[in-house]
Structure formats: C-alpha cells, structure tokens
C-alpha cells in the first residue's frame, strides 16, 4: 500500500522521499541539470535556478513566519548551488476565507526578507482555493542567481581528511516548530532562519579554493544531508557528536523529548566541506558573524566512500542510518 | 468583511483579484519588475521570468490535465512576456493518500508537454500535506526564457485602427472545465490547452515589426484580457460580437448555459494586437496552423483611452463591463 499512495513519509526528507524523487521526478526528468538532484540547478549561461514550496505550520513561529521561510529558502539554496541570488517569483496559493490582515504580515515579512537577502520579488501569481482546499496559505519562491565565479560545489573533489564545518548552532528551526506546534516549552529555542549570504561571503572571502560542497540542512537535518551528500561521492564521513554545536535551550529540550539532533531542521545553517588548510579561517570568519558563536567543526571525510559513520558521544563508532521519514512534517 | 477576508472571487481574474493584487502585492513589490504586472518579468541581462501555480479541479479534462496545463501555463506567459522559453521548475504540493499511479500521470504529462515545448525541467520540490491540506496535487512551475530579439511588447505603441487579433477559437478551455466538473453535455468541447510556441513563431515570421502586444486570455477570459491591456494605454478597443470566433460545439454549449464568451478561459490562445499592415498575413500564418482555422480578427483599437466597447452582434455598442469575479473558479 505505501507503494501505491503518497504518504507524509515521502514528503519528509528521508529514505522515503528518495524513492519517490528517484522513481517519480529523476525517471522523467534526471538527464539535465536535475542530475545529481542540486538545490538548485546550474543552467547554461552562469546561472543558477532554484525552487521551493513553504506549507509550513504554524505559519508564525519564535524566529520567523512562512513569508521569511519563502525568501530564505530558495535563496539559501541558490548561494547552496554555487550562486549568488538576483530574483525571486513569488506564488500564493491561499485559501478562501483567509485574513486579509494576515495576508499583509505575510506579505510585509516577504518584503522585508527579500530586503534583508538583496533579492527583487520580480513577478508572481494569485491562486485562491474553496475552504479546506489548503491549510491556509502555502508560497512557492523560484529564484534566479548568477554564478559565483570563485567557487563551484564539487564532490569530486571531496578527499580523506577535509573537514565538515556547521556555521551555528543545529536543529533550532525543527525544534522551534516543534515547540510552536504543540505548545511545549520551547522558551530560549529561536528558528535559525536566515538567509546564508553573510556566511556563504564570510567563508569564501577567507578561503574560496577550500571550499569543496556547501548544502542547508532543511528537512531531514544535518544527518540527512551529510547521508545525501556522501552518496557517490569518493569518500566517507565521520561525524562527532560531541562537537555537535546545541544551543543550550535546544539542548534541553531535545534530551527531554529524546529528539535526535541530527536529523532536526535548520533554516539558516550551512553544512559545508573544505580543505583542513582552510578550516581554521572559515569558522573564524563566521564567529565573527552575529549568532556565529556556535560555528563548529563537526566531523570529517574518510576513507569509504559513500560511508557515514557517528562517533558517540562516549568514543563508540556506529554507522548513521537516515530514518525513513521524518520526526516532524510540515517544517517548511 | 469582503475586504477583510480573501473570497474565491479574489482568485477569479476579475477586478476582485485586480483589488487584492493591487493593494497587496503592488504596493510591497510593484517597484521593479512587477510594475505593470506583465505576465512575465524582463530582467537585466536579455532574461524574462514568470510563475504560476496550478490547482485545476478536474485535475483532467478533455484536452489536457493539469500537467500539461503547468508547463503550458508558464511557457505562454515567457512568449507573452516577450521571451524564448528555456528552463522550468517544477513544485508539487500533494496531498497524503494521492495515489502515485495519478501522480506518475500527471508527471508523464508535464514530460509530454515539456518536450513539445521544447523546454528543460531544470529544478523542483515535493512537499506532502496531510490530508484535507490540499485537494489532490497542486502544481507550480516558474520559468525562465531569452528575450526574443525580434519584438518587444510595448502598450505605448497603440494606435486607433490597430487590429485586435485572436489565434483561434475562444472560451474553450473554460467550457471544457465547467463541462468535465458538472457532468453536463460537453460533447466536443476540447480544452485549447496548448504551448503558444507555434503561432508566435508564425505572426513574428510574418509581420514582427507588426506585433505591438500579445496576452494569453486564461483566468477572465478575451474580456478581462482586453480590459486589462487597454488601462492606461493610449488608445481604447471596440470588439465585434459577431466576429469572436466560436466552436459550434462551444457555441451550443454556452448558448445553452447562457455563458458570456468573451469571459471563459483559454489556455492556449493569444490576444494579439498588431498594426493594420501587418494583420492578414498574421491571420493567414495562423490559419495555416493545425487548429488555426478559427484564427480571427476581433476588434480594433479605437481613440479614447482605456475604453473598451462592445459592439453587439446587431449593432448596439456597451462598455464592456469586466465581472467581479469570475464564473466559474479553478480552472488553471
């Protein structure tokens, strides 16, 4: 039956997913730029293209609404593609009988992101569904970058030895909504949504040849991606849960809900690989950055490839095994 | 608290939408590309860009499927916006419990579709709701294009006596929808769900310098299209009743339902205003298309600014007057 009907599952980040994307999108589409399924394309020409649609819930959290979501999302996937954002489309899909009042907070959230990220809002589209069409509002954003001439993500490049670098604290926007959603107490855990650019400029002004691979670690977490980006790749990963970086609210609250850490959300978090020569200066530069106190080195590659192993917090090694879906929907 | 609260008709292409997109999308974005709000933007760089998301219900119908309506859709605003397509993204939004088999469908379709349009599926998403969060699947594609160096649509080159132009016959998709939603005698009435490809290339081999604008009539119809491209242009528009090109089987159907044409969708028709010279070479080139046979001249542009007349089938003249809504919702 799951084969045959789409599950929450296949929406999650997961193993699940996967399947569907292989089976359902890379069947059809997987000769072009979705190859190797980017955050974004890079298309002829120097330019980087890039998707997403937000059904977040709810859509007001500590640390942000939908509108930012929508903005920081598909810019944080183009810096993630090796681009720099220029424009955004903008699509709503609202359901009838929606706040006008909370269209407009939505909307000014949207504008002030886009602000915040150095992007125009350059056209859009209006749909409106009968009540119980929609949960409310959900954004589509599509983007358009330009490619940034001095880095390309490449995981051929990737190498035994390179480091595994975090520019903040994990898992705070999952957590957030989580808290948010079932009004646990969630008080001091803040969503990390922002846009990546200060730190995307931040490492590449310190060490651009280091950077090897960059990917925000959104649904499925940092465990997720580390898994995904590691898949084909020539080597290995090993990850180190002790140097995970908890904000100590996250901290509390995910050991008393017995979250894993690793495969909670972030939103405005970057998983980046680079040279060990260039570690050192890019967490540097991004503690120095506002909120970049908790930048960490966080694992490295190794020798086999597609491998990832955790190291427990008490020395034992394990292989790390993605869950099928997700803990959370619906994040973004 | 119709203003208060955003009603199925802000979503119909008529002036509630006009209102709702006026004083919250305008006001916040309407100082850049948007300005005008063109179906797609022209960017910097020879770039056009346009978004839209796809809730049709029935997700197929007798000439296409929402599939084939999400590429359609997008790759028509680029010509119209005065572009090559290129490039689409591709967002779905699903409801828990779709069953894949339909959504293996639908994504045949958008394949069949792209690839007759002659453009990539270069980025995409997948979110899962749960269900009761969305009816079925939501489509969004955005999409990027080259500017056609051949022409440009420009409104202040509007002139009396231009020729209002229409590549075929009307209201067809529309009708096609209400008729497959109700289960009433649609017999031969096929949607014109179509990539718009074939007759820009045959008006701009003919007669580039001819073509001062083209809109395709989709949410609000021939009617609301004209409306629309003649605020705040230079001249005003007469159509002729008699002379807006109707299927017999179309012209049965909404003869019978006492449905005004000029505001039923089309989705795969153009609204084209050229200078006289220009316009029967136009016409014959449409004429010569598969299905270009009701391809019709249908109005003129007259002196008074912004007016748009009708004259009736026996001779009357009115105001056009645009509905509030739309009469029938979801139909892209």
Redesign the interface.
Known sequence: MS??????A???GGRA?TE??EK??LS??GD???AGL?D??Q?PGG?V???????VTPRFFPGGDIGKLAVCGTVNDLYMAGGAP??L?????????????E??RI??S??AA?KMCGV???????????R????GI?L?T?G?GVKDSRWTPDRSRFRPGDRILINGGIGEHGMAILAARHGIGGEGVVSDCAGLGPSVEAALAVAPDAVKFMRDPTRGGVGAVVQEMMSGSPAGAELREADLPLRPAFRALSGMLGIEPLFVACEGRMVTVADADGAEAILAAWRNLPGGEFAAEIGELTETPGRVTLRGEWGGRRLLIVPDGEQL??IC
């Open positions: 084969k045959e009907i789409v599950t929450m296949h929406g999650g997913e569907l994307i359902e999108i059809r589409f072009g730029p979705l980017p974004g394309a298309l330019l293209f890039s998707t997403d649609s937000f059904v220029r424009y489309s903008l699509s709503l899909i609202i359901e009838e009988g929606f706040p006008r009042e269209l407009g909307l000014d949207v504008a886009a125009t809002i350059a056209t859009g589209d209006t749909k409106v569904v009968p119980g069409g929609a949960d959900y589509n599509a358009i929907p619906r």
